[in-house]
């Protein structure tokens, strides 16, 4: 018998609309998960393939995206060029664990830095806006959703959700890249 998807029932869909009326809103905030300027998480009730369902949808924006592929970029060069730390990186991904700070060397870190910094110069990463749904989910269907906004707010959501739903959504395809000072590695 196939695992049945929540997210993906009648009853668990009509609680989420109950629970956004209840909140004069279209969404819900994820709670059990991490919110911040530039990201959230957050359920919606929508459709897919012509069926309504619940959406666990993540929002972040394009400045966000932008530095985690250059994070990841320098990440990987980092674990080329230092043996130890691409047996502690792989040791830590096969545990789904973290790195510790205290357990990568100066040198490594860096080597990170400067190459993120060449990396940006350079403007070799550039990104769009787009949103990716997930099928093969637990609840609902996943949602990426990555726009180019200086921070994701409470009426940003609520757009793009109305949007979305309504099949009015237009991304951005244009490519940028992004410049980050000082000021923004110290928030």
């Not at 664990?97 to 990568?104: L, Y």
């Not at 769009?128 to 989910?137: G, L, N, P, R, W």
């Not at 109305?162 to 395809?173: A, I, T």
Request: proline share 2%; glycine share 4%.
């Amino acid at each position: 018998m196939a695992n049945i998807n929540p997210g993906l029932q009648p009853a668990e869909i009509e609680k989420m609309k109950r629970q956004c009326r209840d909140k004069k809103q279209s969404y819900i905030l994820n709670e059990a998960e991490p919110q911040g300027d530039e990201f959230a998480h957050f359920f919606f009730v929508g459709s897919y393939e012509g069926k309504e369902c619940i959406f666990d949808a993540v929002m972040y924006t394009l400045r966000l995206h932008h530095s985690s592929l250059l994070y990841e970029m320098a990440d990987d060069r980092a674990a080329e060029e230092f043996p130890r730390y691409k047996l502690r990186r792989q040791e830590a991904e096969d545990n789904d664990e973290e790195i510790s700070e205290e357990e990568v060397d100066e040198e490594v870190e860096l080597f990170k830095a400067e190459l993120m910094d060449e990396l940006e110069e350079s403007e070799a990463v550039k990104v769009q806006e787009y949103v990716h749904a997930d099928t093969d989910f637990d609840y609902g269907y996943a949602l990426e959703v990555c726009l180019n906004e200086e921070e994701v707010t409470g009426s940003l959501i609520e757009k793009f959700v109305r949007d979305f739903n309504s099949g009015s959504l237009k991304l951005d395809e244009t490519l940028y890249t992004f410049h980050h000072d000082d000021e923004d590695e110290e928030e």
